[in-house]
């Protein structure tokens, strides 16, 4: 399309108004809010259960494995589920992002 916009010296500008009562945009917002509000979700309880857990109950206080104590294996495990969540949503926002210019592409049309 760039190529196209070099040779005519011309650039359609983009009805965004258009683009956001589109019936493809208000599927695509519908998918995306499929994926990350379970996500958000999760992320929260899973980071709220630490200071919840150790401030009204003593059992991850037990040792797991020698001297450390499953407060700290939880801690740790918090640390992975934040890689583990931006990974895949990286993988995930790159798709969701040809996907908005598959939509605004065909809108120019």
Same mark, same amino acid.
């Given at each position: 399309?760039?190529?196209? $916009?070099?040779?005519?010296?011309?650039?359609?500008s983009?009805?965004? $108004?258009?683009?956001?009562?589109?019936?493809?945009?208000?599927q695509?917002?519908?998918?995306?809010?499929?994926?990350?509000?379970?996500?958000?979700?999760?992320?929260?309880?899973? @980071?709220?259960?630490?200071?919840?857990f150790?401030s @009204?109950?003593?059992?991850?206080n037990?040792?797991?494995i020698?001297?450390i104590s499953?407060?700290?294996?939880? /801690?740790f495990?918090?640390?992975?589920?934040?890689?583990?969540?931006?990974g895949?949503?990286?993988?995930k926002a790159?798709?969701?992002?040809? $996907? /908005?210019?598959?939509?605004i592409?065909?809108?120019?049309?």
């Open positions: 399309m760039a190529q196209k $916009e070099l040779m005519t010296g011309k650039k359609k983009v009805d965004y $108004e258009k683009v956001q009562s589109s019936p493809q945009f208000k695509f917002l519908s998918r995306k809010k499929k994926f990350i509000v379970p996500l958000t979700v999760f992320f929260m309880i899973f @980071y709220f259960l630490l200071p919840i150790t @009204y109950t003593t059992f991850l037990n040792p797991a020698g001297n499953w407060t700290w294996i939880f /801690a495990s918090q640390f992975l589920m934040v890689w583990v969540l931006s895949m949503y990286v993988r790159a798709s969701f992002d040809k $996907e /908005a210019e598959q939509i592409h065909e809108q120019l049309k």
